[in-house]
T-cell receptor, first 114, second 115 residues
Framework: AQSVTQLGSHVSVSEGALVLLRCNYS??????LFWYVQYPNQGLQLLLK??????LVKGINGFEAEFKKSETSFHLTKPSAHMSDAAEYFC????????????FGKGTTLSVSS | EAGVVQSPRYKIIEKKQPVAFWCNPI?????LYWYRQNLGQGPELLIR????????DSQLPKDRFSAERLKGVDSTLKIQPAELGDSAVYLC?????????????FGSGTRLTVV
């Protein structure tokens, strides 16, 4: 069975600093990986997804993630944090098979200070 | 294009009372999911529909939870009777085919508080 582990339930950065949110996956077959963002009292919004094409994936709002098979990782980064990036971020995994659902990590809360 | 619509946004009920949540997916999306998100946790799948058929309800507590998706469009999730531990955000999502290719679109959720 597949799963994801998000390292660090809370990450704090200063505005303009690098954002790094960590995600490691476990899967017996090549996975598809996703990052979602959730703002307070809202649903989840897709940031980016890896579906076995390019290993470096660019998403919305300046975020990107790199799939590293050797490290079983899919870390999310952004070069310069904005105050508006403060939110909850979820890594999720699924398989490229019909009938499989997304499995989410426990989430990482990103705080951005001025 | 309208997104996934859920109602109500908030619901407060006393324990042992029934409650129902409604979801209208994106038009044409044949796959519909209900997730439960406990405070400080990631969403956990409750049930997945392919059109009107519940194809994965292994995580649905069937003693008190039920769901239906009439005509393969709107869906309703019901809890009867509600328990304190059911307090959570209930998220509905829909997709056009599998998540791998299309991803999910989530609604804003229903925040349930059981007192």
């Amino acid at each position: 069975a597949q799963s994801v582990t998000q390292l660090g339930s809370h990450v704090s950065v200063s505005e303009g600093a690098l954002v790094l949110l960590r995600c490691n996956y476990s899967s017996s077959v090549p996975p598809y990986l996703f990052w979602y963002v959730q703002y307070p009292n809202q649903g989840l919004q897709l940031l980016l997804k890896y579906t076995s094409a390019a290993t470096l994936v660019k998403g919305i709002n300046g975020f990107e993630a790199e799939f590293k098979k050797s490290e079983t990782s899919f870390h999310l980064t952004k070069p310069s944090a904005h105050m508006s990036d403060a939110a909850e971020y979820f890594c999720a995994v699924t398989l490229n098979q019909a009938g499989t659902a997304l499995i989410f990590g426990k989430g990482t809360t990103l705080s951005v200070s001025s | 294009e309208a997104g996934v619509v859920q109602s109500p946004r908030y619901k407060i009920i006393e324990k042992k009372q029934p409650v129902a949540f409604w979801c209208n997916p994106i038009s044409g999306h044949n796959t519909l999911y209900w997730y439960r998100q406990n405070l400080g946790q990631g969403p956990e799948l409750l049930i997945r529909y392919e059109n009107e058929e519940a194809v994965d309800d292994s995580q649905l507590p069937k003693d008190r939870f039920s769901a239906e998706r009439l005509k393969g469009v709107d869906s309703t999730l019901k809890i009867q009777p509600a328990e304190l531990g059911d307090s959570a955000v209930y998220l509905c999502a829909s997709s056009l085919g599998g998540a791998a290719n299309y991803g999910y679109t989530f609604g804003s959720g229903t925040r349930l508080t059981v007192v």
